[in-house]
Nanobody, 120 residues
């Protein structure tokens, strides 16, 4: 089992910055992916930024150049630095970790979510 604990959300004005953190504990396999998704009211959950199981990063086009994902492998923690925030970034941000046992066997884990609100 894996537990994900997020922190760092809050209310910020347009143009401001926030830094999210997500600490993972439990059984974390050597092959895993970890990152951030978000869900705005009335919309589907979408990828924001992730480390793939190959170690590369993927970003949503809407956040490229503004958000940066990083991690501390020793602490199984991933961060999301969000700069130049816009009202459309307002959403609940969820941390996600995927354990891979094979190309076809995986399990996803989700954090409880942290609210990010950007006022105009």
């Amino acid at each position: 089992q894996v537990q994900l604990v997020e922190s760092g959300g809050g209310l910020v004005q347009t143009g401001g910055s926030l830094r999210l953190s997500c600490a993972a504990t439990g059984t974390i396999l050597s092959i895993n992916a970890m990152g951030w998704y978000r869900q705005a009211p009335g919309k589907q959950r979408e990828l924001v930024a992730v480390f793939t199981r190959g170690g590369t990063t993927n970003y949503a086009d809407s956040v490229k150049g503004r958000f940066t994902i990083s991690r501390d492998n020793a602490k199984n923690t991933v961060f999301l630095q969000m700069n130049s925030l816009k009202p459309e970034d307002t959403a609940v941000y969820y941390c996600n970790l995927v354990n891979y046992w094979s190309d076809f066997t995986r399990r996803d884990y989700w954090g409880q979510g942290t609210q990010v609100t950007v006022s105009s």
